[in-house]
Nanobody, 128 residues
Framework: QVQLAESGGGLVQAGASLRLSCAAS????????LGWFRQAPGKEREFVAA????????AYSDSVQGRFTISRDNLKNTGYLQMNSLKPEDTAIYYC?????????????????????WGKGTLVTVAS
């Protein structure tokens, strides 16, 4: 089991950038695939981005493709989500999640049920 803590959220204007961080502790971060999800008010949680344990393979939702970048630094036990060209519809609580490395994590995971450990989230608000 790994403990996750997100940070970096805040209130920004449309078009701005933010970088979210996901600090991991309790287990070697390199033993986990990493994902980012978000939940807007009144909406279901949705997939944002994911990467494998090494960071060599990534996946994005259509809504953030080309604007967001997921990365990780296993030596620092930290994952990141760089968000550029933010839009009001990006407003949500953002969660990072980890899944133990297995055969299924050879590719980035875009299904929330595949992840075992979750952070408490960080709020991103994009004003128009």
């Amino acid at each position: 089991q790994v403990q996750l803590a997100e940070s970096g959220g805040g209130l920004v204007q449309a078009g701005a950038s933010l970088r979210l961080s996901c600090a991991a502790s309790g287990s070697p971060f390199s033993s986990y695939a990493l994902g980012w999800f978000r939940q807007a008010p009144g909406k279901e949680r949705e997939f944002v981005a994911a990467t494998t344990w090494s960071g060599s393979s990534t996946a994005y939702s259509d809504s953030v493709q080309g604007r967001f970048t997921i990365s990780r630094d296993n030596l620092k036990n930290t994952g990141y989500l760089q968000m550029n060209s933010l839009k009001p519809e990006d407003t949500a609580i953002y969660y990072c999640a980890a899944a133990p490395v297995s055969d299924s994590t050879a590719q980035p995971l875009d299904i929330a049920e595949e992840y075992e450990d979750w952070g408490k989230g960080t709020l991103v608000t994009v004003a128009s």
